[in-house]
């Protein structure tokens, strides 16, 4: 294999460290030895994880200045506003100005300051509502997006875009991915804002608690999901930071030839939202009835992510399910009964 994009003498900058695709991001890193292992310390290589109370992303004199003081020299841009339909719905402006102001901070001064790599993660929704499945890169800006988050997926679209534009013109070495659904340990279980999963996983805990007889779900169940538990995302960002190089021979091009700065990552298998809930029932214990409110948005039809470039590469999801999601449901219940539960 080639000699690695990153050392464990390089000063790497998780932004988002505290959310759930960030803390699986550092996880990663620091099973691979960066940042925390004695010998990355010895070297002069750092994990730098500033809190919120530390460094806030929307405040763009305090970004500037934190990158001027600590001179990271690989960045992983995890941090977002996040949340699921209803979320985007009723904060369109947020999630549109937030996440503009967070990429736009970030990745310019990591230009400016010298950062040598950095990896943003952007969403599968960046692609539109009908897009062919399984959607492959080249799907982007081809359609008509997803009413229901068209505000994050503009923001998200707008990151990898300036990635683009700085490695063409400045050759600033920027790559992104695009996951898929994401679930696991240190979701955000809000009964409102959350993502479907965890909001399945709340609601049929609580139902299971209650002795409920039934549950009701938006929608019509019908919709297809593809869902990537977030260690296996974390692994993913490693790798591509560890070996992929957009300019190298035999790296991954478009249709056109043309070298591609962003890629997918997924399983490559979805299921009906029908299937996730039934799924999420067992995993919880609930054994009563399930009742669709078709009167509810489904979302797209379908969503699942064509992910045989990143495949050529080298990578593969590992995580069943079954297997993730009897994982999360126990760290939602030890979270909850340690009152460490992210609800937010």
Request: with cysteine; aromatic share 8%.
């Amino acid at each position: 294999m080639s000699e690695k994009l990153i050392t464990p003498e390089d000063r790497i900058w998780v932004a988002g460290h505290r959310g759930m695709a960030g803390s699986a991001i550092c996880r990663a890193l620091q099973r691979a030895g960066y940042g925390d292992a004695a010998a990355a310390r010895a070297a002069g290589g750092a994990l730098l994880t500033p809190g919120r109370e530390e460094l806030d992303l929307l405040d763009a004199t305090a970004v500037e200045g934190w990158f001027a003081t600590h001179r990271p020299t690989v960045v992983v841009l995890a941090a977002a506003k996040v949340g699921g339909i209803h979320a985007n719905a009723t904060y369109p402006a947020d999630f549109l100005l937030d996440n503009l102001k967070i990429e736009t901070q970030v990745i310019e001064n990591a230009w400016r300051h010298g950062t040598r790599r950095l990896l943003f993660l952007g969403s599968s929704c960046i692609y539109p509502k009908f897009a062919a499945q399984p959607i492959r890169e080249e799907a982007l800006l081809t359609g008509a997006l997803e009413p229901s988050n068209e505000w994050y997926a503009i923001a998200k679209i707008a990151g990898i875009k300036l990635c683009e534009a700085l490695r063409r013109q400045h050759g600033f070495d920027a790559i992104s991915l695009m996951p898929t659904n994401l679930y696991g340990p240190g979701d955000n279980y809000h009964p409102v804002n959350s993502h479907v999963l965890p909001a399945l996983i709340r609601r049929f805990h609580e139902a299971t608690e209650r002795g409920d007889e039934c549950v009701s779900c938006w929608g019509t169940g019908m919709p297809l999901r593809e869902f990537l538990h977030v260690d296996d995302l974390g692994e993913a960002c490693l790798y591509a930071l560890e070996h992929w190089n957009p300019d190298a021979s035999g790296a991954p091009c478009g249709d056109g030839g043309e070298p591609l700065n962003f890629l997918n990552v997924g399983t490559g298998v979805d299921l009906t939202i029908r299937e996730l809930a039934e799924a999420v029932a067992a995993a919880t214990g609930f054994a009563g009835r399930i009742d669709w409110d078709s009167s509810k948005p489904d979302g797209t039809p379908k969503k699942q992510l064509d992910v045989s470039r990143l495949a050529a590469l080298g990578w593969r999801a590992r995580i069943p399910l079954a297997e993730g999601l009897a994982a999360t449901v126990a760290d939602f219940r030890a979270r909850l009964a340690s009152g460490e539960l992210r609800a937010v």
